[in-house]
């Protein structure tokens, strides 16, 4: 039926770098757009970056930009977050998200904590 997980949250400390993953199954990982959600304590859950099924485009929070970066392998059905000089207002639940027209899959959520 289709599955996401995400890996790679934890606790780091401002200026740090953490790298999510998300591994896909299930489902034709290659032609689905993948975007990364993010959603903090009391707050909606908002679009952080997306990137196109075929990898060739990517969109990012102006938040976030210059400091993360979003990246696919189709071969290895997964989707990648690498962030950089995090800081405390990044701390939030980050989901993978997969969309093909109407249909959205999503993770389950990582933890991702940015405090001294």
């Known amino acids: 039926q289709g599955q996401l997980v995400e890996s790679g949250g934890g606790f780091v400390q401002p200026g740090g770098s953490l790298r999510l993953s998300c591994a896909a199954s299930g489902f034709t990982f290659s032609i689905y757009a993948m975007s990364w959600y993010r959603q903090a304590p009391g707050k909606e859950r908002e679009l952080v970056a997306r990137?196109?099924?075929?990898?060739?485009?990517?969109e990012y929070a102006d938040s976030v930009k210059g400091r993360f970066t979003i990246s696919r392998d189709n071969a290895e059905n997964s989707v990648y977050l690498q962030m950089n000089s995090l800081k405390p207002e990044d701390t939030a639940v980050y989901y993978c998200?997969?969309?093909?027209?109407?249909?959205?899959?999503w993770g389950q959520g990582t933890q991702v904590t940015v405090s001294s």
């Open positions: 990137i196109t099924n075929t990898g060739d485009s990517t």
């Open positions: 998200n997969g969309n093909l027209l109407h249909l959205n899959r």
